[in-house]
């Protein structure tokens, strides 16, 4: 008889649908361990605890692992926290393999978040996402202990089955080897004709050669950076490029918004031309979402457009501006006046390269992270406001220090229970629903109404997720003051800004001007504005009636 597969895992996880869909796939039979300890005690989990303690019920799960690795050939379900002791594990190895089920917080609390029959949360509403946060990290050295991991935050049951019997059946790459070692998910992107991959993960940087290949690619190509990015991160993507057969050339731009601009990509063009670069030459942008917007727009209408490949190396162009296929540039009048729609090959996210970014580039890059949480994941927001001290966390040191947003969140997002997927989930969510912002889509320019008239007024000299930042507590005000939504809500928005250490106040421009510079941005509709106002956090909605007054009003407060 073959050893048993034992699926444990953090709650939520899936292990109890994922063992049946094996179970069945395999011929075996299936056991749920906490199932089988309700039908022996007659009452269901949360009555055991409530009723003989939470000692009582880890002592059934130990006779029960005792009991259940003499068998063969089972496929076992686990409670969250049967294995946590290590006596347990040490059973359940002896007579089995164990795969331990990993997935993202953020996912786990939209499965369970407000289940009733989940003992190990109980706690009022407020509470249950800190609770779950404070068990994840509790329970983490115990399943580090664990030998093989399946992260299953992107995969459907069907899919997590599928490669548990593939491991099953020998083919033992799809699982992962230790809770140290790097994950790479794929996050698929489809759009009106076709579909692209973001692959993200710890060194996908230097996978971008192999990934290409794998499209069909060969020969030259082009890397186009500029100096600060490229001293960090060109050699060991050229590298890569080279080992999987390429040809690459190496190209720069000017860094910087002032240089987001026509005459950019004009020189551009000059350079891929005397690179010798035809329509199957993969043109890779590395670089942030101004190098990533301008190579785009550029790549978009050399010789009527050529392969794509985006490699944000910010976390602003992580989360957002890399997604999507929208490219452009600045005229005088405002921005990204001019641009296109140029869908990539790939979108290649490799955390790692964070650990580069300037304190004050990573701050900004949260100001989207927070615009993706007002939209549609307030599992998220509530995620940022528990980890930068809100909601009863602490607080501690961003990346290079300094003495605003003092938090560790860069740390938290290169963990295997990183806010980067649920981040860019959101933004691939709304673009798949509206591909060519012809309407939903819209809803991600929440505060760029205000923050694109900000960054116009100071010249560009204002980082565009400060100025994002700026917009957000300005459309949160607003939003109060026309009535959409409650002064409580604003108050979470401007709070949490605030503790990531981006400004909340608009600059000391007259209204009169921030109205004026708002008239030349792309988002007017005709002769009116188009504002979008939170109702709650998930919940935004799109206004184009707002009055002049109400801005103003707002602007001087």
């Known amino acids: 008889m073959p050893r048993n597969i034992v699926l444990t895992g953090f709650m939520g996880t899936g292990k109890s649908t994922v063992g049946r869909l094996v179970a069945a796939e395999l011929g075996r039979e299936f056991v749920d361990m906490d199932t089988l300890i309700e039908q022996r005690e007659g009452r269901s989990i949360r009555q055991i605890f409530a009723e003989s303690g939470v000692s009582y019920f880890r002592q059934l799960d130990a006779d029960l692992c005792r009991e259940l690795a003499q ?3 089972l496929v076992i379900a686990t409670g969250g926290g049967a294995l946590l002791p290590e006596a347990n594990l040490r059973v359940m190895e002896s007579g089995g393999l164990v795969i331990c089920l990993d997935c993202d917080p953020t996912v786990l609390w939209q499965r369970i978040g407000r289940s009733e029959d989940r003992p190990m949360l109980a706690a009022q ?8 946060a404070a068990l994840l990290e509790q329970r983490a050295p115990a399943y580090g202990r664990i030998k093989h991991h399946l992260d299953v935050t992107h995969l459907s049951p069907v899919e997590a089955a599928r490669r548990i019997c593939e491991w099953a059946n020998g083919n033992d790459k799809i699982i992962r080897p230790s809770f140290e070692e790097k994950i790479m998910q794929t996050i698929t992107v489809t759009h009106p004709s076709g579909s692209y991959p973001i692959f993200l993960g710890e060194g996908a940087l230097a ?8 499209l069909g690619y060969r020969g030259r190509c082009a890397v186009v950076s500029n100096e600060p990015v490229g001293q960090h991160h060109a050699e060991p993507l050229l590298a890569s490029l080279r080992r999987a057969g390429f040809e ?9 918004e002032p240089f987001k601009t026509l005459a950019t990509v004009a020189g551009l063009y000059s ?3 005397e690179a010798r670069l035809d329509r199957r030459s993969p043109i890779v942008a590395l670089g942030g979402g101004v190098l990533g917007d301008t190579v785009g727009f550029a790549v978009a209408t050399y010789l009527r457009g050529v392969p794509f490949v985006q490699i944000p190396t910010t976390l602003l162009a992580m989360v957002d501006a890399s997604v999507g296929g929208k490219v452009g540039v600045d005229l005088p009048q405002g921005k990204n006046l001019v641009g296109a729609f140029k869908q990539p090959e790939m979108v290649i996210i490799d955390p790692q390269v964070l650990a580069t970014l300037p304190p004050a580039e990573f701050r900004a890059g949260l100001a989207e992270m927070v615009k993706h949480g007002i939209i549609d994941s307030p599992a998220l927001f509530e995620a940022l406001e528990e980890r930068s001290g809100g909601a ?3 607080q501690r040191g961003v990346p290079g220090g300094g003495s605003r947003g003092d938090i560790n969140l860069s740390s938290l997002l290169l963990t295997p229970y990183s806010l980067l997927p649920e981040s860019i989930g959101v933004k691939v969510r709304v673009v798949q629903e509206d591909p060519f912002e012809q309407g939903r889509r819209a809803v991600l320019n929440l505060g760029h109404t205000f923050g694109h008239a900000f960054e116009r007024l100071a010249n560009f000299e204002i980082r565009h997720g400060e100025g994002v930042a700026m917009g957000l507590a300005c459309a949160a005000r607003l939003a109060v003051r026309l009535g959409y939504c409650a002064g409580e809500t604003a108050a979470r928005i401007t709070a949490l800004l605030a503790r990531l250490g981006l400004p909340t106040s608009p600059p000391p421009y007259p209204p009169a001007e921030i109205w004026a510079a708002m008239g030349a941005d792309k988002k007017r509709q005709g002769d009116k504005l188009r504002f979008i106002l939170p109702r709650a956090i998930g919940n ?4 184009d009636n707002v009055a002049r007054e ?3 009003a707002i602007l001087t407060r």
């Open 71 to 73: 068998q063969k050939g």
């Open 125 to 132: 509403d407020e509470t249950r996402f800190a609770r779950l």
């Open 207 to 214: 996978e971008t050669g192999p990934y290409l290949a794998e």
């Open 248 to 256: 690459p050339v190496y190209l720069t731009i000017p860094d910087g």
């Open 271 to 273: 350079q891929l031309v």
């Open 392 to 394: 009863g966390g602490c």
């Open 540 to 543: 935004v909605a799109i206004f």
């Open 550 to 552: 109400d801005v103003e």
